[in-house]
């Protein structure tokens, strides 16, 4: 009779082995059936593991490209190395199920089915080990970049708002480079979304990980989401406003300012001097402040002195107290482009550096355009005067307004339209009680009758400019060695000086093209004397020193010099080299130019026809006409 505790025993292990061998047969059946050749249990386990294989090599991957430069390189080297350890972990449980598929066909089928059903249950163990510990690796990761995405979440946030900050700088050249910025921006938030759908994706899938269902998590995920739909949204308005500044934008621009010489070291300081009426304008004054003299009197290097000096925004803004402080300026030019001397590159101008300071009120002072569709911001329409003076207008009377404007707008004189017009409109400005004016022009009766009265708010540059003059003059010759040499042997070079400065009448260009004159005559090794006789010779009028300039070409040049005067004076803007560069071979030979074959000029011919248009010009036309080469990229250049 068998002992009780070794029959329940013997029936344990019958039982063990039943089971044991129910579960192998429920196995092998599983797999016989089976289309891949493995259990459903192992088919679901390979599907999970596979993707979140996949999307560790993805996450390494966007590591490789660069995605997450910004970040902490130890945050990025923990992820980097957690994403490996999960691939490593992933790809290998991969491959043991891929082993225990059946392969076999036919007959053999049956038998490998069992063969592989027996092996499944002894790495049944490994495969659950395999899985804990991708389980852990898993949850970590999802950790780990999360920290990651916030952390990227963050830089967005803050590129965003630099590119704010660097918004209000923009110049000629920047809108294209912000463009490119904001390019940049929308592609991280591109990658922000991709990072958080590849989460989603391996939480969604992991159903087998402890924490898919936890709320702390998908909670944090949702949080992130909405921080980045949030900064998406912003990113998408930025890029609107961007391509409505850009769309104000035109290349002329700043131009004109770039043309006007610098003052010359030391020159126009007076007018911040604590008891001028300038600068008591500027800090306390509401209004217009006029500044006037003749053609020649150095009205527009004063204008861009005063834009450019550190103490004039400081002095408005002691005018404008609490309220944040916009200055903008703009250069009319009757010799430039088309829109260097109208009212809409009058309007367009400011509008652009007002808006680059204000951009918060697009959307409320251009409805429409802002409105717009892709296509429309893409390709926009035309700016036209009365959508400019609706939008300007908007901004000045805004009901949120806590701006105060000052606008610096230099020769009125060059504007090509009606002078009273612009006189009234640019009076509206100031009514509205937010804006205050600078404005230069020549002494012609339609400014003088609207300004002449201003009485502390006007200033005659000639009056103010003989001290300028006589700096000018003299630092130019005494930096002139040849000119320090003979001022060391003739005490009658200071006569020169003082002479110069007597006969200019406030006329600084002619002081200018006096000077050059006598550094022509210093280069053909004239004497103090023979310099004050050429002093002499020149007039003090500036149209018979201009006659006198005409009179000094050669004969043999005259032809070309007539021609090239002419065809200035008939454009209506600034003319390509090219008209130049052809011109005696057109007086030489009529029909050259129509069998001329059309191609492109190669970079060293640029510079080769750079060099004969300026030599040729300076000959034909002495100091009449000046180039000045038009910086933007593959310009040929424009006459001045």
């Not at 920047?174 to 979304?193: C, G, K, P, V, Y």
């Not at 912003?234 to 006007?260: C, N, Y």
């Not at 951009?359 to 926009?380: K, S, T």
């Not at 009028?541 to 005409?550: A, G, K, M, N």
Request: proline share 3%; aromatic share 8%; with cysteine.
């Amino acid at each position: 009779m068998v002992d009780p505790l070794t029959a329940l025993g013997a029936a344990s292990s019958i039982v063990q082995f039943v089971d044991f061998s129910s579960k192998i047969i429920s196995s092998c059946y599983s797999t016989y059936k089976s289309i891949s050749g493995a259990s459903e249990e192992h088919v679901h386990l390979e599907t999970v593991t596979t993707r979140l294989r996949d999307f560790s090599g993805r996450l390494q991957a966007y590591q490789d490209a660069g995605y997450y430069a910004r970040q902490d390189p130890q945050e990025v080297a923990e992820l980097r190395q957690m994403a490996g350890m999960c691939y490593q972990t992933a790809d290998d449980l991969v491959k043991v199920l891929e082993d225990l598929k059946v392969t076999k066909t036919g007959p053999l089928r049956t038998w490998d089915a069992v063969r592989q059903a027996i092996r499944s249950a002894r790495k049944q163990h490994a495969i659950e080990n395999a899985d804990d510990k991708l389980q852990k690796i898993q949850n970590q990761l999802g950790l780990q970049l999360m920290q990651v995405i916030r952390l990227e979440q963050g830089s967005v946030r803050f590129y965003l708002q630099e590119i704010q900050r660097n918004s209000e700088a923009i110049h000629k050249d920047h809108i294209a480079r912000i463009t490119a910025s904001n390019q940049t921006l929308l592609a991280a938030m591109a990658r922000q979304e991709r990072s958080i759908e590849d989460l989603a994706n391996v939480v969604h899938t992991a159903q087998l990980a402890s924490t898919a269902n936890d709320p702390v998590l998908q909670a944090n995920m949702r949080a992130v989401a909405a921080e980045n739909e949030v900064a998406r949204q912003r990113a998408s308005a930025l890029e609107r406003k961007l391509r409505i500044l850009s769309s104000l934008h035109f290349p002329e621009m700043q131009m004109r300012h770039s043309d006007i010489r610098d003052a010359y070291q030391g020159t126009n300081t007076w007018i911040f001097d604590r008891d001028s009426s300038f600068r008591t304008w500027l800090e306390s004054s509401e209004g217009i402040f006029w500044v006037n003299g003749k053609a020649g009197s150095g009205k527009s290097t004063l204008i861009k002195f005063i834009c450019d000096h550190a103490d004039t925004e400081r002095s408005i803004q002691r005018w404008a107290g609490s309220n944040t402080l916009v200055v903008a300026s703009w250069y009319f030019w009757n010799a430039g482009y088309p829109m260097q001397k109208t009212q809409i590159g009058l309007l367009q101008s400011l509008l652009f550096q007002v808006l680059r300071r204000c951009p918060d009120l697009i959307p409320d002072v251009l409805p429409i355009r802002w409105a717009a569709g892709e296509m429309a911001h893409r390709h926009p329409d035309p700016w036209t005067r009365q959508e400019l003076l609706e939008a300007f207008f908007g901004v000045l009377t805004h009901h949120n307004l806590n701006n105060r404007f000052c606008f610096f707008i230099d020769g009125l004189d060059e504007y090509e339209g009606d002078h009273y017009t612009l006189i009234q409109e640019l009076q509206q400005l100031v009514d509205t009680g937010a804006v205050k004016l600078c404005v230069s022009s020549r002494p012609w009766n339609a400014f003088n009758s609207a300004y002449g009265k201003l009485k502390d708010r006007q200033l005659v540059l000639q009056n103010h400019s003989q001290t300028d003059m006589r700096k000018y003059v003299q630092g130019m010759l005494e930096q002139d060695p040849r000119f320090a040499r003979l001022s060391a042997l003739d005490a009658g070079a200071q006569d020169l000086i003082n002479d110069i400065q007597e006969r200019a009448q406030g006329v600084f260009l002619w002081v200018f093209l006096v000077v050059r004159s006598l550094l022509r005559g210093l280069t053909e090794e004239d004497d103090i004397a023979m310099l004050q006789k050429r002093l002499r010779q020149l007039p003090t009028d500036l149209e018979r020193f201009f006659q006198q300039i005409l009179d000094s070409v050669d004969d043999v040049y005259q032809e070309y010099t007539a021609r090239t005067l002419l065809i200035v004076l008939e454009a209506h803007q600034p003319l390509s080299m090219l008209a130049f560069w052809y011109l005696d071979v057109d007086l030489e030979k009529p029909n050259y130019l129509l069998r001329l074959v059309i191609r492109p000029l190669a970079g060293e011919d640029v510079e080769k026809a750079r060099a004969i248009v300026t030599s040729r010009l300076n000959k034909w036309c002495r100091d009449l006409l000046e180039v000045n080469w038009n910086p933007s990229p593959g310009s040929l250049g424009d006459i001045a």
